[in-house]
């Protein structure tokens, strides 16, 4: 307890002072003292905040599903907003000493010449005349104003550098969420397996995860996502966890789309950890209901010669469930491959333990938001795409939706086709 009140409290500073570097280079700098466009800023800097803290809050917290999705758009796109603005402010730090350089030298350029000063006439004194008493030397001023010159300078270089970090911004989170709305695009990977015989070669996997319907994205993006799946004709359906981000009661509607999802062997579905926070047992059986398969620490034989193994999220262990390798692979027969269903990368290790060939994940989301992919990268195996861990392969998928903002930034969304290839062909 006392280390998450640490936690949150440097969190609550961090972004304290995040927000007066905002508030100081897009309001105090580009406005005049007690202007409206001043107050109107400082207003928003409280304000956006405050709708962030209750999008974030409201789901948890079991607020009404319209208070949710009243305070969901602009409180999560400000979270974004106040990453690209702040980077972009960073940037311009570096910018504004330049900027200020080239005025000065256009202002000095531009200045006329002073006109030539003549030399200064002695004046005879006479031999007896009193002498003029000396006045004082007259004291430099520490620091002389700034003039109007210099003011108008800093307020044009502010309003340039604070005007273009808004437009980036602005244009960058524009297009991650133009991307997240218009849905996720289908790639293609081809996976060799040695286990799997000829006749299985060319099989095709659809992959799809972290989905998060949600206050945000509901039934429409379920859709698109179930159309572009069955465009592909695929012989079998993953659905690897993270489907919703609130309860059947609020979302029950919004997945039923997934009912129409077509595959030669079905539809299967695990749990992610997101599902945990949302009621867990009732999204299995809701997902059920729709016909997909849960796999819930268990194992199917796939007629086409392969072992399709799921297992429940980690975060399944807070309620005494969690993923049980045992039960899903203990007994099996190692000459079949074996292909398993796992949320998070991370299980991989226990997966290369029991022999599994390709596990599939979600779960990073590859990221996100640039520069999230790094800390992603401290917490996760892999990021995104295939690699090899021993005689295991792992595919992570960057999802098909987004949680939080609806942006996407340098991790496009995607639906793979994992393509299973025979060594034997």
Avoid: C
């Amino acid at each position: 307890m006392v280390v998450f009140l640490l936690v949150l409290i440097v969190v609550l500073a961090l972004l304290g002072a995040v927000h007066w570097y905002v508030w100081r280079r897009l309001v105090r700098d580009v406005t005049t003292r007690g202007s409206l466009p001043r107050r109107l800023g400082t207003a928003a800097v409280v304000v956006l905040p405050l709708l962030s803290f209750a999008a974030l809050g409201s789901s948890r917290g079991g607020a009404p599903f319209v208070l949710q999705q009243v305070v969901a758009w602009p409180g999560f796109l400000w979270l974004a907003l106040l990453l690209y603005v702040t980077l972009a402010l960073a940037v311009g730090e570096a910018v504004r000493p330049l900027l200020f350089r080239w005025l000065d030298r256009r202002a000095r350029a531009g200045a006329p010449a002073a006109a030539p000063v003549a030399a200064p006439v002695p004046v005879p004194v006479p031999e007896h005349a009193p002498a003029a008493p000396e006045e004082p030397a007259e004291a430099a001023p520490e620091s002389a104003p700034a003039t109007p010159a210099e003011v108008s300078r800093r307020l044009f270089v502010s309003r340039v550098v604070g005007g273009a970090a808004v437009a980036a911004a602005v244009g960058t989170v524009g297009y991650g969420t133009y991307g997240v709305l218009r849905g996720p695009r289908v790639k293609r990977v081809t996976v060799p397996l040695a286990k799997i015989p000829r006749a299985v070669h060319g099989y095709r996997i659809a992959v799809v995860s972290d989905i998060h319907l949600g206050p945000i994205l509901g039934r429409a993006h379920t859709q698109r996502i179930v159309d572009a799946i069955n465009s592909t004709q695929p012989d079998l359906i993953a659905v690897v966890g993270d489907l919703v981000d609130g309860t059947v009661e609020n979302l029950g509607s919004a997945a039923e789309p997934l009912a129409r999802l077509r595959a030669r062997h079905g539809s299967f579905f695990v749990t992610g950890n997101h599902e945990y926070f949302s009621g867990a047992d009732a999204w299995v059986d809701h997902v059920r209901e729709l016909g997909l398969r849960p796999l819930r620490n268990e194992r199917v034989e796939v007629a086409a010669g392969f072992d399709l193994a799921g297992v429940d999220d980690i975060a399944g262990e807070s309620e005494g469930q969690g993923p049980d390798f045992g039960r899903a692979l203990g007994d099996r027969d190692r000459a079949r491959a074996a292909v398993l269903l796992a949320h998070q990368p991370i299980v991989v290790h226990d997966a290369v333990r029991h022999g599994v060939d390709l596990q599939l994940s979600g779960h990073t989301h590859g990221g996100q938001l640039w520069p999230g992919n790094y800390l992603a990268e401290l917490a996760n195996p892999t990021v995104a795409g295939l690699e090899r861990y021993g005689d295991t392969q792992l595919y992570v998928s960057r999802g098909a939706g987004a949680w939080g903002p609806p942006v996407r930034v340098g991790a496009p969304s995607d639906i793979t086709i994992v393509e299973l290839a025979s060594k034997q062909a």
